[in-house]
């Protein structure tokens, strides 16, 4: 059963930073890409970035502020956060396109870390 466990949320100040951290594991034979997505209160969940094996994307209201990186051999994706904004917390998913064992391909979610910016 794969499983994907986010932990590093917390609070902090705005213009502080945090960095996120993200593990797979479970009947894993290889993972695609992993990303980060984040939801507020009553609203839809959105994408933050996601990485590849080559190259990482990132949604605008976050370029420049935040980095992905991703430990292959710990299936371990990681988002370092810089200049954080109020605008910036609420709860942070991962996520991972992961290849099994059983050669099926799924997608698959974290439970959530929370992220507050706050004075």
């Known amino acids: 059963q794969v499983q994907l466990v986010e932990s590093g949320g917390g609070l902090v100040q705005p213009g502080g930073s945090l960095r996120l951290s993200c593990v797979a594991s479970g009947g894993i034979f290889s993972i695609y890409f992993m990303g980060w997505y984040r939801q507020a209160p009553g609203k839809q969940r959105e994408l933050v970035g996601l990485i590849t094996s080559g190259t990482a994307n990132y949604a605008d209201s976050v370029k420049g502020r935040f980095t992905i990186s991703r430990d292959n051999a710990n299936n371990t994706v990681y988002l370092q956060m810089n200049s954080l904004k109020p605008e910036d917390t609420p709860v942070y998913y991962c996520?991972?396109?992961?290849?099994?064992?059983?050669?099926?391909?799924?997608?698959?979610w974290g439970q959530g870390t929370q992220v507050t910016v706050s004075s």
């Open positions: 996520c991972a396109n992961v290849q099994t064992i059983s050669t099926r391909t799924e997608n698959y």
